[in-house]
Every structure is written in structure tokens, then in C-alpha cells.
């Protein structure tokens, strides 16, 4: 029998303002800028190297359920009664993606250090767990063995709507769900022109950084001749709601044009309580106009929706950096850094807006699958993108040590968690680079990934 969702007695219609307030809400004076770093992670068996179960004896759930009993973690359920899909632990919390990846969405900080310290008990942790279960976490951007049909899936509300809706709008939609791994930086900004010059910023070099942090070059248990399938698949999934965005590189961008943007995009579901539907026929703006099975929308609706957009550089209540690869221990802040240090010294973000402005939508679009391909090696307005690289990380750095002669951390400038990637640059490589030249051809290729990639 079909769900019948209940509207809630003498709710609010939701309004076109209403639709702002997510932005408007997060505006913050810089010295309450912070950066949030989200990681996701494979698990596999150590014995077999095939992907972490979500339930079972040795698997995503069970571990889970150890992290809340050894380590103060509170289980949260999507609905009363429903499967425990994340934790939460202060303002941090794991999470879990649609093929039993594993992500930590960690608290926002100020410093990189306390990044860098998150990041590394929560690693801790795992490892902890996952040597009592024969479970082994692997930084990679794309599973590097597991065929699609091998990978399980997340009893999430939302998750069972989009295996059904986005192969019929991307060859590769259900490979961005359950094969793919990133790591993230959430920014914050201070006004709409701030939000937008980061968000423009962002986008031009948004190939850069995916070249830089490429990090997913097997495919099925073989090199797959790429740098990034992670990349790949994003160019195969659903063009209504990911990309580079064109309509904000032009001069009448505003956080109206993302909202119109986003009100034209169809949705995933209508949700109440432990009841949902399947509404991927209808725009949030027939939704808004029209409701659904009686039910109009309202705020929590509208932020359900942003969240489903995917571009690579997203607006929410942050500004989300989305185009790197899962990475290996030690680069993961890597990226954290890189972007505090671009986005949040005054000086440095306008010599990055000046380094971007050569990169029109039009070039930026067009070499994201030469970047898919080769990475650093691909061409980008007259230039290898490796020269690019180089900048944006000199850039970087030279903010990150800016805002230290400010900020006076007693524990140094950020600009170290620069270095491993500073190395690799040097060496003209990205981590998918580095793991290839590692592989010996004439050894299985399982266990040197694992032992290459893991966490």
C-alpha cells in the first residue's frame, strides 16, 4: 500500500523569502570563520578484500555499534525504530553513504591543528576496531576492486529513491552512490558578495584541485588508465543537479539565481516522520505551488533539497569544496588547509581571484575529463595543470602563514599540512600518481593497494 503522508496541523506555507534564510542565517564576521572537514572511507574484509557489509558480524554496523560502546558515540536512527545509520559525538558526527562508505563529518574548527587532531582519534578509533574485526579502511576515491553488484546498500530513506531515479539520468549515477569516496572542506562567509566570490573562486579552480587530490586510478581490481574514476563518474551523473554551475560565474550571480536554480531541479521524496514517497516527477517550485498529496512544503523540505544538488562547489549553509578524491592519512588535511589558506587571508583570496580569472566556465568545463584522465598532466587555458597546481599551493601556504602572524597559534602555522602534498607536487605527481608507481605488476594487486591506501 502506497505511503499517504499527513500535513501537520496550521503549518506555515513556506515562502519565496523563506527560501533564503539558510544563507542568510549562516552569515559570520570572519573572526567566527570556521572550516569543517567531512572524510569518507572504504572498508573491506582483510581476508578477502571484498566490501564492508552494512550488517553482519564483521561489518559496517558492527562497527558502529563498537564505536558507541567503546568510545561515547550516541547512535542516531532516521525514524523511530529504524536501522541506527550515524552517530554523533559534540558537533561532529559519522555518517553513512549509500554503498556503507563510512564519513566522518567533523566539528568546524578554527585551526587545522584541531582538524588535523579530529582526524587523527578518529582514525585511531577505526584501526582500534577494525583489528579486532579483520576490517581494514582504504583513502581511495573509487572502490579499487568491488564490481557494482558487490557493493552493499544503506537502509536510508533517501538512499532507495535515488537507486531507483538516477540511472535514468546518468550512466554512472549508481557508481556515484555506492563507489565513490571524498574528502570535503565546508567554508563559512560573512555576506552574499563573500559567499559568491568564494563560490566563484572555488569553481574556476575547482579541475586544479581535483587534479591535485586525485587519488582513484583502479578500477575492478586493475589500473583503469585514469587518475580520478571518481571524476569520471561525476561527469556521468545526473547534469540537473551537479557540475560547475555556469550561472554563477556570470556577473548577476546571486544567492537568487542558486535558489532559482535549485527551485527548477526535480526532488527525491517527500518526507514525514517514518513516511516517504517517491516525488521525483515535480520541481520544489510545483512543490511549493502545488504540494504534494496534500502536503505543502515547508523549511526542513527545503533544506532536504539543497542537499540533494551535488556541483562541485556547493552553496549551503557553508561553502562546500566537493571535487577532491578520498586521500591517505596523512593528506587528508591537506585539504582543509589548502583551502583555509586560499579562502580566508584577505590578501591571498585576491590573488587567487586574479590566478582564476584566465579560467572561464567554458575551459574549466571543458578539461574536467582530460583531468579525469591524466590529472596534473592535462592542459587547462595554455597551461599543465600541474603548473596551476604549483600555484595554488605556494598561494595557499603563503595564506595559511598570513593568518598565523594574526592568529599567533602557539602551535605553529597550518602550512605543514601542506608538506606531503608540497612533496608530491614537487615530484610532478598527484596520489594516484604515487600509488601507481608503487605497484609491482608481476604481484597481486589487492594486497599493495590495500597496503598503500590504507588508513
Same mark, same amino acid.
Given at each position: 500500500m502506497?505511503?499517504?503522508?499527513?500535513?501537520?496541523?496550521?503549518?506555515?506555507? #513556506?515562502?519565496?523569502?523563506?527560501?533564503?534564510a539558510?544563507?542568510?542565517?549562516s552569515?559570520k564576521p570572519?573572526?567566527?570563520?570556521?572550516? *569543517?572537514?567531512e572524510?569518507?572511507?572504504?572498508?573491506?574484509l582483510?581476508d578477502?578484500?571484498?566490501?564492508?557489509?552494512?550488517?553482519?558480524p564483521?561489518?559496517?554496523?558492527?562497527?558502529?555499534?563498537? /564505536? =558507541?560502546?567503546?568510545?561515547?558515540?550516541?547512535p542516531?536512527?532516521?525514524?523511530?525504530?529504524?536501522?541506527?545509520?550515524?552517530l554523533?559525538r559534540g558537533?561532529?558526527?559519522?555518517t #553513512?553513504?549509500? *554503498?556503507?562508505? &563510512?564519513?566522518?563529518?567533523?566539528a568546524?574548527?578554527?585551526?587545522?591543528?584541531?582538524?588535523h587532531?579530529e582526524?587523527?582519534?578518529?582514525?585511531a578509533e577505526?584501526?582500534a576496531?577494525?583489528?579486532?574485526?579483520?576490517?581494514?579502511?582504504?583513502?581511495?576515491?573509487?572502490?579499487?576492486?568491488?564490481?557494482?553488484?558487490?557493493?552493499?546498500?544503506?537502509?536510508?530513506l533517501?538512499y532507495?529513491?535515488?537507486r531507483?531515479? #538516477?540511472?535514468?539520468?546518468g550512466?554512472? *549515477?549508481?557508481?556515484? %552512490?555506492?563507489?565513490?569516496?571524498?574528502v570535503?572542506?565546508?567554508l563559512? +562567509?560573512?555576506s552574499?558578495?563573500?559567499? &559568491?566570490?568564494?563560490?566563484?573562486?572555488?569553481l574556476?579552480?575547482? !579541475?586544479v584541485?581535483?587534479? %591535485?587530490f586525485?587519488?582513484?586510478?583502479? +578500477?575492478?581490481?586493475?589500473?583503469s588508465?585514469?587518475?580520478t574514476?571518481?571524476a569520471?563518474?561525476?561527469l556521468?551523473t545526473d547534469?540537473?543537479r551537479?557540475?560547475?554551475?555556469?550561472?554563477?560565474?556570470?556577473?548577476t550571480?546571486?544567492?537568487?539565481? +542558486?535558489?532559482?536554480?535549485a527551485l527548477?531541479?526535480?526532488?527525491? %521524496?517527500v518526507?514525514?516522520?517514518s513516511?516517504?514517497?517517491h516525488?521525483?516527477?515535480?520541481?520544489?517550485? =510545483?512543490f511549493?505551488?502545488?504540494?504534494?498529496?496534500?502536503?505543502q512544503?515547508d523549511?526542513?523540505?527545503?533544506?532536504?533539497?539543497? *542537499?540533494?544538488m551535488?556541483?562541485?562547489?556547493r552553496?549551503?549553509?557553508?561553502?562546500e569544496?566537493?571535487g577532491?578524491?578520498?586521500?591517505?592519512?596523512?593528506?587528508t588535511p591537506?585539504?582543509?588547509?589548502?583551502?583555509?589558506?586560499?579562502?580566508y587571508?584577505?590578501?591571498?583570496?585576491?590573488?587567487?581571484?586574479?590566478?582564476a580569472?584566465?579560467?572561464?566556465?567554458?575551459l574549466?568545463?571543458?578539461?574536467?575529463?582530460?583531468? =579525469?584522465?591524466?590529472?596534473?598532466q592535462?592542459?587547462?587555458?595554455?597551461? !599543465?595543470?600541474?603548473?596551476?597546481?604549483?600555484?595554488?599551493?605556494?598561494?595557499?601556504?603563503?595564506?595559511?602563514?598570513?593568518?598565523?602572524e594574526?592568529?599567533?597559534?602557539p602551535?605553529?602555522?597550518?602550512s605543514?599540512?601542506?608538506?606531503? /602534498?608540497a612533496?608530491?607536487?614537487a615530484r610532478a605527481?598527484?596520489?594516484?600518481?604515487? #600509488?601507481?608507481a608503487?605497484i609491482?605488476?608481476?604481484r597481486?594487486l589487492? !594486497?599493495?593497494?590495500?597496503?598503500n591506501?590504507?588508513?
Amino acid at each position: 500500500m502506497e505511503a499517504v503522508l499527513t500535513q501537520p496541523i496550521a503549518q506555515q506555507r #513556506l515562502t519565496y523569502e523563506d527560501l533564503f534564510a539558510p544563507f542568510r542565517e549562516s552569515l559570520k564576521p570572519e573572526s567566527l570563520w570556521r572550516v *569543517g572537514t567531512e572524510a569518507e572511507k572504504f572498508g573491506v574484509l582483510e581476508d578477502s578484500f571484498a566490501p564492508l557489509p552494512y550488517a553482519g558480524p564483521r561489518s559496517v554496523s558492527s562497527v558502529l555499534d563498537a /564505536l =558507541a560502546a567503546r568510545y561515547g558515540w550516541q547512535p542516531e536512527r532516521e525514524y523511530d525504530g529504524g536501522e541506527v545509520i550515524a552517530l554523533k559525538r559534540g558537533e561532529a558526527s559519522i555518517t #553513512l553513504e549509500p *554503498g556503507a562508505q &563510512l564519513e566522518l563529518s567533523g566539528a568546524p574548527f578554527k585551526s587545522i591543528h584541531e582538524t588535523h587532531a579530529e582526524w587523527v582519534e578518529h582514525i585511531a578509533e577505526l584501526r582500534a576496531i577494525g583489528s579486532s574485526l579483520g576490517i581494514a579502511w582504504l583513502g581511495l576515491g573509487f572502490h579499487p576492486f568491488a564490481k557494482l553488484s558487490e557493493m552493499p546498500s544503506v537502509p536510508k530513506l533517501r538512499y532507495g529513491i535515488m537507486r531507483d531515479y #538516477l540511472p535514468r539520468r546518468g550512466s554512472m *549515477g549508481l557508481d556515484m %552512490m555506492r563507489r565513490t569516496c571524498t574528502v570535503q572542506a565546508n567554508l563559512d +562567509y560573512s555576506s552574499e558578495e563573500d559567499a &559568491l566570490r568564494k563560490l566563484r573562486v572555488a569553481l574556476a579552480l575547482s !579541475p586544479v584541485i581535483t587534479a %591535485m587530490f586525485a587519488n582513484s586510478p583502479f +578500477y575492478e581490481g586493475a589500473p583503469s588508465g585514469e587518475r580520478t574514476r571518481r571524476a569520471r563518474v561525476w561527469l556521468n551523473t545526473d547534469p540537473d543537479r551537479t557540475g560547475l554551475l555556469p550561472f554563477m560565474w556570470e556577473a548577476t550571480a546571486s544567492f537568487a539565481r +542558486y535558489v532559482e536554480w535549485a527551485l527548477d531541479v526535480p526532488m527525491f %521524496m517527500v518526507k514525514r516522520g517514518s513516511k516517504v514517497v517517491h516525488n521525483t516527477g515535480q520541481t520544489f517550485r =510545483a512543490f511549493m505551488r502545488d504540494g504534494f498529496q496534500g502536503v505543502q512544503a515547508d523549511a526542513n523540505d527545503w533544506l532536504t533539497h539543497l *542537499g540533494t544538488m551535488f556541483p562541485e562547489v556547493r552553496l549551503k549553509k557553508t561553502i562546500e569544496i566537493r571535487g577532491a578524491d578520498s586521500l591517505s592519512y596523512a593528506l587528508t588535511p591537506a585539504l582543509p588547509a589548502l583551502c583555509k589558506g586560499l579562502f580566508y587571508d584577505a590578501a591571498t583570496l585576491a590573488k587567487a581571484e586574479a590566478l582564476a580569472t584566465p579560467i572561464g566556465y567554458a575551459l574549466a568545463e571543458g578539461v574536467r575529463a582530460d583531468v =579525469a584522465a591524466r590529472g596534473l598532466q592535462a592542459e587547462l587555458a595554455g597551461r !599543465p595543470v600541474l603548473a596551476w597546481a604549483r600555484e595554488v599551493e605556494a598561494l595557499a601556504r603563503a595564506g595559511l602563514m598570513s593568518l598565523y602572524e594574526h592568529e599567533a597559534d602557539p602551535r605553529g602555522d597550518e602550512s605543514a599540512y601542506l608538506d606531503p /602534498l608540497a612533496a608530491l607536487l614537487a615530484r610532478a605527481e598527484s596520489p594516484a600518481d604515487a #600509488l601507481l608507481a608503487a605497484i609491482d605488476s608481476t604481484r597481486p594487486l589487492a !594486497p599493495q593497494v590495500v597496503a598503500n591506501s590504507r588508513l
